[in-house]
C-alpha cells in the first residue's frame, strides 16, 4: 500500500447552518493542521461539531467560509464527478455503525467500493489481505449477520482501506462497542495507520482510548480548545 498519507490543513474553516431564521455557528474559524501520517483524537461534548468538521474534511460538505488543502491544494470543486473520484481514491471513511451490505459476504462487502469505481479496481487479493490485517482471514464468506459486532466494524475498517487512502476519517467507531473490543478496534486503527503511513482523525467520547493517542484535539462550541 502506497506510503503516503496526506497533509491536512484548515484556514478559518467555519460552517453554519440557518434554521428558523438564525444562524447557528457549528464550526468558528477552525485552524487544523494534520501531519501527513499522523493519528489524531478529536474528543469534545455531544453538539461540539466533532461530525461537521469530519463531514467537511471528507469533503461531504462544504464550508460556509475557509478552506481546506489537501497536501496544500484546495480539493476539485469544478465538476462533482472530480470531488467525487478524489473522495473516493483519497479518502476512507468508518462510521459508529458499520454500514455493512447484509446480503454481501465480509470479502463482498470489502470490495464494495472498488466496484463501484470499476471493474478493474477491482483487487480480491488486497481485499484478503486486509481482512487478513484486521483478522478475519478465516470469515471471508461470512455474512455480516454471521459476525460479531466487533468483527462487523473490523470487516468496515478492511473497506475503508481497500481504495488505499492517504486519510482515513473515522467517526466514533468504537461507539457501538463494548469496551474490550472498542479498544481492539482502536488499537487495531492506530497499526493501521502507521503500518500504511495514513493520516488518520478519529472521534471518541472515551477518555481512555483519546489518551492512547499520539496527539489529542479537544472541541467545544464548534471550536478547538
Ligand atoms: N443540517 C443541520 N442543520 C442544522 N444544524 C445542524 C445540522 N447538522 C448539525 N447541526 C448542529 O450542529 C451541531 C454540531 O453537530 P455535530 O453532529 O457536528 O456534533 P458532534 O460533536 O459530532 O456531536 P456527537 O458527539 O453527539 O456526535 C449540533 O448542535 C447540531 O444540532
Known sequence: ???????????????????????????????????PGSFTVLTGPSGAGKSTLLHLLGTLDRPTSGEILYDSLPPPDKRDRDLAAFR???????????????????????????WISGKDREDTSWARTLLEEVGLGDRLDHKPSELSGGEQQRVAVARALVMKPALLLADEPTGNLDSHTGLEVFTLLQTLSSRFHMTCLVTTHNETLAKKADRHIAMDDGQIR
Do not use: C, W
Open 88 to 114: 473516493r481514491t483519497k479518502i476512507g471513511f468508518i462510521f459508529q455503525f458499520h454500514h455493512l451490505l447484509p446480503e454481501f459476504s465480509a470479502l463482498e462487502n470489502v470490495l464494495m467500493p472498488t
Open 1 to 35: 500500500m502506497r506510503g503516503a498519507g496526506l497533509d491536512v490543513t484548515t484556514r478559518a474553516l467555519s460552517r453554519s447552518y440557518v434554521r428558523g431564521g438564525r444562524t447557528i455557528e457549528v464550526l468558528r474559524a477552525i485552524d487544523l493542521h494534520l501531519d
